[in-house]
């Protein structure tokens, strides 16, 4: 029956469904609905780094690459604890930014907590060109460095 719709029907169905949990559900329970509700569930892609842990952020980034292709949002949270150092934060950042599709990203939330560094900023800057907004109290020291610098006229 669900066959017989046409895909946009399907997609309203799957998009006004807001909870991951059930998205996740759909996912797993129908054929049909998996290639319709996969990039919704995974569009909007947000990190507790100390909730998820490191297993679960590495497994994010190695997991399905046909999923992370859906990323089109990615969020991380974080609080300084014992569980996890700053450097393991940015370094599990700088992995799964690094494990996204080029250009794919078109909104990225840096946890105000941390202090990006200037390989995190290029990072961002050779891999998510398409960048369309830039969340978070960061300062990205190159390209401090870079904007502050006297512009030179070609020769």
């Given at each position: 029956?669900?066959?017989?719709?046409?895909?946009?029907?399907?997609k309203?169905?799957?998009?006004?469904?807001?909870?991951?949990?059930?998205?996740?559900?759909?996912?797993?329970v129908?054929?049909?609905?998996?290639?319709?509700?996969?990039p919704?569930?995974?569009?909007?892609?947000?990190?507790?780094?100390?909730?998820?842990?490191?297993?679960?952020?590495?497994?994010?980034?190695?997991?399905?690459?046909?999923?992370?292709?859906?990323?089109?949002?990615l969020?991380?949270?974080?609080?300084?604890?014992?569980t996890?150092?700053?450097?393991?934060?940015?370094?599990?950042?700088?992995?799964?930014?690094?494990?996204?599709?080029?250009?794919?990203?078109?909104?990225?939330?840096?946890?105000?907590?941390?202090?990006?560094?200037?390989?995190?900023?290029?990072?961002?800057?050779?891999?998510?060109?398409?960048?369309?907004?830039?969340?978070?109290?960061?300062?990205?020291?190159?390209?401090?460095?870079i904007?502050?610098?006297?512009?030179?006229?070609?020769?």
């Amino acid at each position: 029956m669900l066959e017989e719709l046409p895909r946009e029907h399907l997609k309203l169905v799957v998009e006004y469904t807001k909870r991951p949990s059930h998205l996740k559900s759909i996912c797993r329970v129908s054929r049909t609905l998996n290639p319709v509700a996969t990039p919704v569930l995974y569009s909007d892609v947000k990190l507790d780094i100390d909730k998820c842990g490191s297993r679960k952020i590495v497994a994010f980034v190695k997991s399905n690459s046909r999923s992370r292709a859906f990323v089109r949002a990615l969020a991380f949270q974080y609080v300084d604890s014992d569980t996890t150092s700053p450097s393991l934060a940015l370094n599990l950042i700088k992995a799964t930014l690094r494990m996204l599709p080029s250009n794919s990203l078109r909104y990225f939330e840096m946890p105000s907590e941390l202090q990006a560094d200037d390989d995190l900023f290029h990072t961002v800057a050779t891999t998510q060109q398409r960048l369309e907004k830039l969340v978070g109290e960061v300062t990205f020291p190159a390209l401090l460095r870079i904007m502050s610098s006297p512009f030179k006229e070609p020769e």
